[in-house]
């Protein structure tokens, strides 16, 4: 299985940008997916998760500005940023949880970056004031 991340770059505050995540040789019939973004010398943390059948879940930091979404017909993964800030600047991941079906939680603040066990290489967001 491979993640791979694309769309990131810089941008000034108020703007957007919309990363995508194309996905190889991941079979699964029932997942979720999710971006998770980390920022130097923080935690990582968890964005907006996306189940096989439809379901959405933000963190609250994220929620009404970004959007997550997917393209079953292109393997691809999506996050629509809008109205960025500055705190918003982290290197953001792609993941997935292994397995043909997922039976475990997806939607915050239940679900864990330990329970993905596929990510990303990550591309940095980068929001200036």
């Known amino acids: 299985v491979q993640l791979m991340e694309s769309g990131g770059g810089s941008v000034q505050a108020g703007g957007s940008l919309r990363l995508s995540c194309e996905a190889s040789?991941?079979?699964?019939?029932?997942?979720?997916m999710g971006w998770f973004r980390q920022a130097p010398g923080k935690e990582r943390e968890g964005v907006a998760l996306?189940?096989?059948?439809?379901?959405?879940s933000y963190a609250l930091s994220v929620k009404g500005r970004f959007t997550i979404s997917q393209d079953n017909a292109k393997n691809t993964l999506y996050l629509e940023m809008n109205n960025l800030k500055p705190e918003d600047t982290a290197m953001y991941y792609c993941?997935?949880?292994?397995?043909?079906?997922?039976?475990?939680?997806?939607?915050?603040?239940?679900?864990?970056?330990?329970?993905?066990?596929?990510w990303g290489q990550g591309t940095q967001v980068t929001v200036s004031s």
């Open positions: 996306i189940e096989s059948d439809g379901p959405t």
């Open positions: 040789g991941y079979d699964a019939s029932r997942y979720c």
């Open positions: 993941a997935a949880t292994r397995g043909l079906v997922w039976i475990g939680y997806c939607e915050f603040p239940d679900s864990k970056s330990t329970d993905f066990g596929y």
